[in-house]
C-alpha cells in the first residue's frame, strides 16, 4: 500500500504553480475545441477517434499483441485523416484566431421558445399554404447535432418565424428558393443552404434533389427535415435516414408539437413513434 500512494505523494510535493498554469492552458485549449466542433457533424468523428485512442490503451493494458500492432499501424495516420476529415473546421479556427476571437467565453444560450404554439402555427401555415400552391421547399430543424458546416453554405438571417417570409423564401424565381431553410428553436437562422445528397440506394430515381437532401442531412443528423415537393404538392416528413411520405395537416402538426412543445407528447415513446417509419420512400419528386 505505500509504494501505491508514494508515486502520488511524491508528484503533489513537487507540484507548483507552473504546473496550475499548464493545467489551465490545456482547459481552454479542450474547451476552444469543444466549442468549435459541438455545433459540427465532426464532433461525431472525434468521438469515435476517442474511442480507438481508449481501445489502443486498453489493448496494451491487456498485453494483446495483434491488436496492439493494429492500433499503432492505424494511429500514425490519424493526423492525416484529421486534416482531412475537418478541413471546415480547421479553416474557421484559424479565421477566428485571425480576428482575435479563439478563446471568446461569450456564448449564445439556447432560446427557450415562450410562443410555442405561435411558431406552430406559422411553420403548419406556410408549409401547407405552399403545400397548395406547389412551391417546393425544405425545412431543416436543427436540435442536438449542430449544423454550422450546412449553415457556411447559404445566407445567415436570424429572423423571426413567419409564414410569410418562409413563403417568400421558397416563392419561385427568388435568390433563396432553391436550397434549405435551417431553423433553430424561435429562429430561421440561414437560407439557401446546401445539404448533403443521400446515397441510398433504395431512393426511387424518381425523387428530386429536396428529397434526396433531406435524407443526407437525416442521415447524418438528428434533426427534422419537412419537404413540399414542387410537382404535386406532397408534404414529406424525414427522420433518422428515413422519408416518411403523405404528411398531412395533422400529422404536420404533430411532427412540430414533438419539436417546439415535446412535453405534450406521449411521456413512454412520443407522438414521433406513431408515425411507425417504413424503409422506403415514395415515387413523386
Not at 445567415?156 to 413567419?162: G, K, T
Not at 435551417?182 to 439557401?192: E, H, K, P, Q, T
Given at each position: 500500500?505505500?509504494?501505491?500512494?508514494?508515486?502520488?505523494?511524491?508528484?503533489?510535493?513537487?507540484?507548483?504553480?507552473?504546473?496550475v498554469?499548464?493545467?489551465?492552458?490545456?482547459?481552454?485549449?479542450?474547451?476552444?475545441?469543444?466549442k468549435?466542433?459541438?455545433?459540427?457533424?465532426?464532433?461525431?468523428?472525434?468521438?469515435?477517434?476517442?474511442?480507438?485512442?481508449?481501445?489502443?490503451?486498453?489493448?496494451?493494458?491487456?498485453?494483446?499483441?495483434?491488436?496492439?500492432?493494429?492500433?499503432?499501424?492505424?494511429?500514425?495516420?490519424?493526423?492525416?485523416?484529421?486534416?482531412?476529415?475537418?478541413?471546415?473546421?480547421?479553416?474557421?479556427?484559424?479565421?477566428?484566431?485571425?480576428?482575435?476571437?479563439?478563446?471568446?467565453?461569450?456564448?449564445k444560450?439556447?432560446?427557450?421558445?415562450?410562443?410555442?404554439?405561435?411558431?406552430?402555427?406559422?411553420?403548419?401555415?406556410?408549409?401547407?399554404?405552399?403545400?397548395?400552391?406547389?412551391?417546393?421547399?425544405?425545412?431543416?430543424?436543427?436540435?442536438?447535432?449542430?449544423?454550422?458546416?450546412?449553415?457556411?453554405?447559404?445566407t445567415?438571417?436570424?429572423?423571426?418565424?413567419?409564414s410569410?417570409?418562409?413563403?417568400?423564401?421558397?416563392?419561385?424565381?427568388?435568390?433563396?428558393?432553391?436550397?434549405?431553410m435551417?431553423?433553430?428553436?424561435?429562429?430561421?437562422?440561414?437560407?439557401?443552404c446546401?445539404?448533403?445528397?443521400?446515397?441510398?440506394?433504395?431512393?426511387?430515381?424518381?425523387?428530386?434533389?429536396?428529397?434526396?437532401?433531406?435524407l443526407g442531412v437525416?442521415?447524418?443528423?438528428?434533426?427534422?427535415?419537412?419537404?413540399?415537393?414542387?410537382?404535386?404538392?406532397?408534404?414529406?416528413?424525414?427522420?433518422?435516414?428515413?422519408?416518411?411520405?403523405?404528411?398531412?395537416?395533422?400529422?404536420?402538426?404533430?411532427?412540430?408539437?414533438?419539436?417546439?412543445?415535446?412535453?405534450?407528447?406521449?411521456?413512454?415513446?412520443?407522438?414521433?413513434?406513431?408515425?411507425?417509419?417504413?424503409?422506403?420512400?415514395?415515387?413523386?419528386?
Open positions: 500500500m505505500t509504494d501505491f500512494w508514494e508515486p502520488l505523494k511524491n508528484s503533489l510535493m513537487a507540484f507548483n504553480w507552473m504546473d498554469i499548464d493545467i489551465i492552458v490545456v482547459a481552454l485549449i479542450l474547451y476552444w475545441l469543444i468549435l466542433l459541438a455545433k459540427t457533424r465532426a464532433i461525431r468523428v472525434l468521438i469515435g477517434l476517442g474511442v480507438i485512442l481508449i481501445l489502443a490503451r486498453i489493448f496494451v493494458a491487456m498485453g494483446l499483441q495483434t491488436a496492439t500492432w493494429l492500433m499503432n499501424a492505424v494511429i500514425p495516420a490519424g493526423a492525416i485523416v484529421i486534416v482531412i476529415l475537418f478541413q471546415p473546421e480547421i479553416r474557421r479556427a484559424l479565421e477566428a484566431l485571425g480576428r482575435g476571437k479563439i478563446f471568446s467565453f461569450a456564448t444560450s439556447q432560446i427557450e421558445v415562450q410562443n410555442a404554439e405561435h411558431i406552430i402555427e406559422e411553420i403548419s401555415r406556410a408549409v401547407l399554404n405552399m403545400s397548395k400552391q406547389k412551391v417546393g421547399a425544405i425545412l431543416v430543424f436543427e436540435r442536438k447535432t449542430g449544423l454550422a458546416d450546412v449553415l457556411d453554405s447559404g445567415m438571417l436570424d429572423a423571426e418565424i413567419s410569410e417570409l418562409i413563403e417568400n423564401i421558397f416563392y419561385p424565381n427568388t435568390p433563396l428558393h432553391d436550397g434549405a435551417i431553423l433553430r428553436d424561435d429562429r430561421i437562422v440561414a437560407a439557401g446546401f445539404l448533403p445528397l443521400s446515397d441510398n440506394k433504395q431512393v426511387a430515381q424518381e425523387l428530386g434533389t429536396r428529397h434526396r437532401a433531406s437525416s442521415e447524418v443528423s438528428d434533426a427534422y427535415i419537412i419537404v413540399v415537393s414542387e410537382e404535386k404538392g406532397i408534404i414529406s416528413f424525414a427522420y433518422d435516414g428515413v422519408l416518411k411520405r403523405f404528411i398531412d395537416a395533422k400529422a404536420l402538426k404533430e411532427i412540430l408539437e414533438e419539436l417546439y412543445m415535446p412535453q405534450m407528447g406521449n411521456k413512454e415513446q412520443g407522438k414521433l413513434a406513431s408515425f411507425k417509419f417504413k424503409r422506403k420512400v415514395g415515387d413523386d419528386k
